[in-house]
C-alpha cells in the first residue's frame, strides 16, 4: 500500500512539474489523471517486461509480415488468410479462438470474470481482386506488396500485443478478444464489425482497431459513406443497324457530368465531403450499343446531413440523364435505370473526452509523440454510432502507396505502435486483482 502510495505520488509530481513534455501536454488536452493511470502501468515490472518483448519478437513480426500479406485476402475471399491467423493466434497461446459466421476469426484470452469484454481487432481483408501478385520484395530497407500495410501490418499489430501479453503472464480484468475481421475495404461495408456488434450478438464494451500508419495517429471519429451501384439497362444492338436508340453508355455519361456539376458546389464550404465514381463498366464490343452500363458511386463526409445532400444530388442526376436520354431516342424502348445502395458506413462523431480516447492520447504521450485526433472511415465507424467506445490506432512504422500496386512498409520504429497499443488496451481492459496486489 505504502509503495502504490508513492507511486501515485511520483507519478503526479512528474506529470505537474513538466517532465513530460509540456508542449504535448497542452495540445492534447489529456487530463491528469489517464497520464497517471498509464504512467504507472509503464512502471509495472510485469507490463515493462511485455513492452521490452516487443523488440526481442521483431524478427518474427517480419516474418509474420512477410507470410500474412504473400496470402491473398480479396474481399469476401478472406478465408485462407483467417485459417492462418487462426493458427498464428493459437500459436501464442490463445486455445479459445473461431471463425465465425461471416468470417471473422475471434481469439479469447480470459480475464477475472468480471464481465466486461474489449476487442482488439485488424481487417484481414486488402482492396485487391484475386490474382494479383502478392509476392514481397525488398527493397533496401523497404518492404513491397500490395496491402502490406493495408493491413497485414495490422494483423501484425494484434499478434504483437498478444505475444508479449503472454509472455510478462499478464492477467486482465476484462476478457480480450484478439480479432482478424472480414469487410472491412471495399463493398465489404463493415460486414465483420457490423457481425460483432449485430443485435443479439455477445456485447463487446470496447473496440480498438488497428489500421492507418501514423504512429501519433488515433481516430476517434467515423466518415460515414453512401456507396451506389447505378446501372441503366436498354435494348442495345448493332452501332449501325439500330442508331438512334436510347445509348446506356450515353447516359451514364450524362449522369456523371450533372452529377459532378452538382455535387462540387456542396463540397465547397462546410464540413469535409467528397463523392468518388471509382468504377465503370459494360458494352460487348465498339460496335455495338451496349445494353448496360453501370457505375459505382462512393460519397462521403463526417456530417450525415453532407452525405445526404451528395445523396439527393446523385439520384437527381441519375434520372435527369435517364429522362434526357430517351426524350433524344428515335427508335426502340427507352432506357430503365436500377440505382442500388451497395454499402452504408454511418457517420459517428466521438468525444475526446472519452476514457478510451484519453488512454490512447495518454499512452501515445508516454512515448513523447503528441497524439493527432482525427476521424476516417474505419471499422470504429459502426460501434462509435451506436454509443460503443472505439477508436482505431496506428499500425506503426512507415509506409505509402497505399491501395496501389507500389506499396510499401518501413520499419521505421514500428516496435512503438505495439507498445502504445499494450498500455492503452491494459488501461482499457484493466488489471485483474491479483495483478494490482503484485
Known amino acids: ?219 476517434y471519429g467515423g466518415v460515414g459513406s453512401h456507396r451506389y451501384r447505378v446501372t441503366f439497362v436498354g435494348p442495345g444492338g448493332h452501332s449501325w443497324g439500330v442508331f438512334g436508340t436510347a445509348n446506356p453508355h450515353h447516359a451514364l455519361g450524362r449522369a456523371i457530368a450533372l452529377f459532378d456539376e452538382a455535387a462540387l458546389p456542396i463540397t465547397r464550404s462546410g464540413a469535409k465531403s467528397s463523392y468518388n465514381v471509382g468504377r465503370i463498366g459494360g458494352g460487348t464490343s465498339v460496335n455495338s450499343v451496349p445494353f448496360e452500363s453501370w457505375m459505382e458511386v462512393d460519397l462521403r463526409s463526417g456530417d450525415l446531413q453532407k452525405i445526404d445532400q451528395l445523396d439527393v444530388a446523385l439520384q437527381t442526376a441519375v434520372h435527369q440523364a435517364l429522362q434526357e436520354e430517351n426524350a433524344e431516342k428515335t427508335r426502340g424502348d427507352g432506357l430503365t435505370v436500377e440505382i442500388r445502395r451497395v454499402g452504408t458506413r454511418p457517420a459517428a462523431k466521438g468525444d475526446p473526452s472519452s476514457p478510451l480516447v484519453q488512454r490512447a492520447m495518454a499512452a501515445t504521450l508516454a512515448y513523447d ?20 467506445p472505439a477508436i482505431t490506432m496506428s499500425r506503426g512504422g512507415s509506409g505509402g502507396g497505399a491501395h496501389s500496386l507500389r506499396e510499401w512498409w518501413r520499419n521505421d520504429d514500428g516496435h512503438l505502435a505495439i507498445q502504445i497499443g499494450i498500455l492503452t488496451l491494459l488501461a482499457e481492459a484493466g488489471l485483474a486483482e491479483a495483478a494490482l496486489a503484485d
Open 1 to 219: 500500500m505504502k509503495f502504490k502510495l508513492w507511486l501515485a505520488l511520483f507519478v503526479r509530481c512528474v506529470l505537474l512539474c513538466g517532465l513530460v513534455t509540456g508542449a504535448a501536454l497542452a495540445d492534447a488536452n489529456v487530463e491528469v489523471r489517464y497520464q497517471e493511470e498509464i504512467f504507472a502501468l509503464k512502471a509495472r515490472a510485469d507490463v515493462s517486461a511485455a513492452l521490452d518483448h516487443v523488440l526481442t519478437i521483431a524478427p518474427r513480426s517480419r516474418a509474420d509480415l512477410v507470410e500474412l500479406t504473400e496470402i491473398p485476402a480479396p474481399p469476401f475471399e478472406e478465408d485462407q488468410r483467417a485459417e492462418r491467423f487462426a493458427e498464428l493466434l493459437r500459436e501464442a497461446g490463445l486455445q479459445d479462438v473461431v471463425i465465425d459466421d461471416v468470417g471473422n476469426v475471434i481469439g479469447r484470452r480470459s480475464g477475472s470474470g468480471a464481465g466486461r469484454t474489449v476487442a482488439y481487432s485488424a481487417h484481414l481483408d486488402t482492396v485487391f481482386p484475386a490474382g494479383t501478385d502478392v509476392t514481397v520484395k525488398i527493397d533496401g530497407d523497404k518492404l513491397r506488396a500490395p496491402g502490406i500495410g493495408d493491413n497485414s501490418r495490422g494483423l501484425v499489430v494484434v499478434l504483437g500485443v498478444l505475444r508479449a501479453l503472454q509472455h510478462a503472464e499478464i492477467k486482465t480484468d476484462a476478457d480480450i478478444l484478439f480479432i482478424g475481421n472480414v469487410g472491412e475495404e471495399g463493398l465489404g461495408d463493415l460486414r465483420g464489425v457490423k457481425h460483432l456488434f449485430r443485435d443479439g450478438a455477445e456485447p463487446i464494451n470496447s473496440l480498438i482497431a488497428i489500421d492507418g500508419g501514423v504512429t501519433d495517429r488515433i481516430v
Open 369 to 388: 509523440l503528441e497524439p493527432q485526433l482525427r476521424i476516417s472511415s474505419t471499422d470504429a465507424n459502426l460501434p462509435i454510432s451506436i454509443g460503443i
